[in-house]
């Protein structure tokens, strides 16, 4: 079975750059753009929803979420990307990439269009049932980053596969982009047609009650470009990987990449005696462990530290948007104008920063390979947390606030030009077939934990250690320095594991993985038996 399988998996390999490619890049790619809107619109939203469940009469400032209710809104998504994480990659090696593909999908665009009719008067009952389907959105989204980066792999031939699977993965950033000019676009129209006063002129007529329709058209938009994609989505093939190796079944692989790659691949009946005897490994056998142990933990260790590192950037955005003047303080705002200050500030963050990064990725993965990329990023990111963290209070005078802004962007341009990307594409490629999207789910679950603990950990840990000083409802922390020093310590310690993780650059799955070895061992075996055979005696 082998070589059968070695012709059409070689195909894919050696097969030129075609439309198909790009296709599948755009139909993965925009999973992954609904993906980074539908987690990400929701930052641009909080305020507005402090300001209209949460006011207090009398009150000098607008209404806030409380800690714990700013937590959950922001934070259950996460949780539930973490849980489809670890449920659809899973279930992408059980039943197949493609039938669970549409599956992600729909969930959510369902859970996004009920995000936004979210029911109730009182503040509990609509944040609650927000947080609802907000959990099952984040569900769905989970299943879209093992099935995706799966897929892209297997689709894509050996030479630009690193540049294919980056650039679903880049997609986040157009999606973030998107949802900052659309929330720029509707509060910018209710603030023109409902034009009202800033909130120390008139509290209660600065959040007008049409207020409420803005926040829940920015989140139920979210559902439009995976909706859009749905059809092309089940048009889609399985992939020949998961056909041939995991399915067994290499004539129909044949069949479906002859279609797709427009050439004639021969479609060949599989071998069924060396099929029952390849060799085959659980996720939790010794063999397993052996052979890709390290390699698991090199995934899921180093996306972990990334993604505590990448997600603490809360922390710091609402010190930069007011040293540079992009959000001016809340009372001389109205509700809607200051959800378009908001969502100009992460636009323009999106644009500086965080797009080039994966684009730079994209550009440079095949050539200058994954283990350069994420090394040279997280060595960069550790000098730009030391450079913020030891000279901190020397950032906090006006006069200095430009260098921190510059060296606060460097530092997340590095993230995704370097282990932002590279962690979501090598699990993708050192995988055995049979159990690709799981160790991916397993690697990316690993992340999320890191986006949790980096997202609130940090939230209450950059506290001033003075509690009077502190924010409202959180307890005192070790300070935004010393929370920068600890980053910068999470950052090195990325960079060492690392070392863990090998180099996929230029090589096809089949040679990552030691699939093709398998069968080799296999056949190795049965001769050895036969030759040692004990024959008749004469």
């Given amino acids: ?6 012709k059409v998996l070689n195909a894919l390999d050696v097969a030129k750059t075609q439309w198909y490619h790009f296709t599948a890049i755009i139909i993965a790619g925009m999973g992954f753009f609904t993906d980074a809107y539908d987690l990400f619109c929701i930052s641009l939203v909080t305020k507005l929803l402090g300001r209209i469940y949460y006011h207090v009469d009398g009150s000098k400032k607008p209404g806030t979420l409380p800690p714990n209710v700013s937590a959950a809104v922001n934070g259950v998504a996460l949780c539930g990307t973490l849980a489809g994480q670890l449920f659809f990659g899973w279930l992408g090696d059980k039943l197949g990439r493609k039938r669970v593909y549409g599956l992600t999908l729909m969930l959510m665009c369902l859970c996004s269009i009920a995000s936004g009719l ?26 879209d980053y093992p099935l995706s980066a799966t897929i892209m792999s297997e689709y894509a031939n050996k030479k630009t596969r690193g540049a294919f699977i980056a650039a679903v993965f880049a ?8 949802g900052g000019i659309f929330a720029i676009i509707i509060s910018s129209a209710f603030n023109t047609r409902f034009n009202a006063p800033a909130y120390e002129v008139d509290p209660i007529a600065s959040t007008p009650p049409q207020a409420d329709y803005v926040w829940r058209i920015i989140l139920m938009v979210g ?31 044949a069949a479906d990449m002859s279609k797709v790659l427009n050439v004639d691949i021969e479609a060949e009946q599989p071998n069924v005696e060396n099929e029952t005897q390849t060799k085959s490994y659980g996720l ?15 995934t899921t260790s ?49 644009l500086c920063s965080t797009v080039p990064g994966y684009w730079f990725t994209v550009a440079l993965i095949d050539r200058i390979g994954r283990f350069a990329i994420q090394i040279l990023g997280f060595f960069m990111m550790t000098v730009f947390m030391f450079a913020l963290a030891f000279p901190y209070n020397h950032w906090t005078h006006p006069d200095n606030r430009i260098g921190f802004v510059v060296l606060y962007s460097l530092t997340f341009f590095f993230a995704n030009f370097g282990p ?50 502190a924010d409202a409802g959180y307890p005192a922390g070790i300070g935004v320095k010393n929370s920068l020093i600890v980053l910068g310590v999470v950052n090195f310690l990325g960079l060492m594991f690392t070392f863990l993780v090998p180099e996929s650059k230029g090589k096809s799955l089949e040679e990552m993985t030691g699939e093709n070895e398998d069968v080799a061992e296999t056949e190795m075996d049965r001769s050895a038996s036969y ?7 004469v």
Avoid at 171 to 178: N, R
Avoid at 290 to 296: F, S, Y
Avoid at 307 to 326: E, P, T
């Fill in 420 to 469: 932002n990307a590279t962690t979501f594409v090598v699990p993708a490629e050192i995988f055995p077939a049979r159990l690709r999207s799981t160790c991916h789910g397993i690697s990316a679950a690993s992340g999320k934990l890191g986006a949790i603990i980096g997202a609130f950990g940090f939230l209450y840990l950059a506290q001033n250690q003075d509690k009077a000083k």
């Fill in 171 to 178: 997609m986040q950033g157009f999606g973030i982009l998107a």
């Fill in 118 to 143: 979210s029911f109730g008067k009182e503040p509990k009952s609509v944040l609650a049932t927000l947080c609802f389907f907000r959990f099952w959105l984040g569900f769905g989204i989970g299943g």
């Fill in 302 to 350: 180093t996306w972990f530290l990334l993604d505590i590192a990448f997600y603490s950037q809360n922390l710091f955005q609402k010190d930069i948007f007011s040293a540079i003047g992009w959000i001016p303080p809340a009372k001389t705002m109205n509700a809607t104008q200051e959800v378009f200050r908001i969502a100009r500030a992460q636009t323009l963050i999106a």
């Fill in 1 to 6: 079975m082998a070589s059968d399988q070695l």
């Fill in 223 to 253: 559902a439009l470009p995976a909706l859009l994609t749905y059809y092309w989505r089940m048009k889609m093939p399985e992939t020949a990987r998961y056909t041939a190796l995991v399915a067994k079944n290499t004539k129909q692989a």
């Fill in 284 to 298: 939790f056998s010794k063999d397993f462990l052996r052979r890709h142990g390290l390699h698991l933990l090199g």
């Fill in 531 to 537: 030759n040692t055979r004990t024959g008749p005696v």
